[in-house]
């Protein structure tokens, strides 16, 4: 049943999506406008009318939905790649993630749906605005009870003294194996996302010194096409998501 305040996503007769906060409020769109009190007491699946007479069908949004409509801000990363990163690593619920080059959050957005409320993921930032932009989309969200947003240079350092994984979209991931190599449970995973291959050849040169303390690196990319659906015939579509990075893999031992 929604309840006031409940988020709930919108969707009309040509698919167009809104994400909205139900309340005792009007909301406005070109087919007309919704009264969202009304919302209240009725089952997900049901429907609202604007004052046009056109209907919105009403579901309950899901984490990609959210990270749809968050704001955006440096280049994200996309669901391909974090479905990847989550099911490699094994992360799982409860887990404690520390995450690095938080961006506009939705890799922390990801991982903070996957550890669940008795999980923790705490990310480091170096840029405020990055930050601020993050941490409104964690509340959006409704993630502010298990994540927090530092803002820190982890090249520095870490400060927790324990990580079930280690998750990171920086430049040069490499300069965090010193401190994984302290902070990171046996069998943890050490994420590293990175677009170049240069990034990579790099930080694997890195690594020689610490392969004794992680199982073999895995290397992989994503590639996603999706296919065009007709009554005549099946085709992949002309545009495909390619590349978007390279992720590295290593496994504390």
């Known amino acids: 049943m929604i309840r006031e305040g409940d988020k709930v ?73 974090a479905g990847i990163i989550i099911s490699y690593a094994g992360i799982s619920p409860g887990d404690t993630v520390i995450e690095a080059g938080v961006g506009s959050g939705a890799l922390t957005l990801f991982l903070a749906n996957i550890v669940g409320p008795s999980g923790r993921v705490i990310s480091y930032e170096v840029r405020e605005d990055h930050a601020e932009i993050a941490r409104k989309n964690v509340e959006l969200a409704g993630f502010s009870d298990r994540v927090t947003i530092k803002l820190k240079d982890i090249y520095e350092g870490i400060e927790e003294d324990y990580a079930d994984h280690i998750v990171l979209d920086l430049p040069q991931p490499e300069n965090v194996l010193p401190h994984a190599v302290e902070v990171l449970r046996p069998g943890g995973y050490f994420v590293a996302y990175t677009p170049c291959t240069n990034q990579v050849h790099r930080f694997f040169q890195a690594f020689q010194e610490y392969k004794k303390e992680f199982y073999k690196p895995r290397v992989v990319e994503v590639l996603v096409r999706e296919q065009e659906v007709k009554k005549e015939c099946m085709r992949p579509k002309t545009t495909m998501l390619a590349h978007t990075g390279y992720i590295t893999f290593i496994r504390k031992l």
């Open 9 to 81: 996503l919108l969707i009309d007769r040509r698919g167009k999506r809104y994400l909205v906060t139900v309340s005792d409020r009007e909301f406005h769109t070109d087919l007309g406008i919704l009264k969202l009190g009304d919302l209240i007491g009725k089952d997900y699946g049901s429907s609202i009318t604007s004052h046009k007479g056109e209907e919105f069908r009403v579901i309950k949004p899901d984490i990609n939905d959210i990270i749809a409509k968050m704001r955006r801000g440096p280049q994200i990363v996309h669901p391909k790649d």
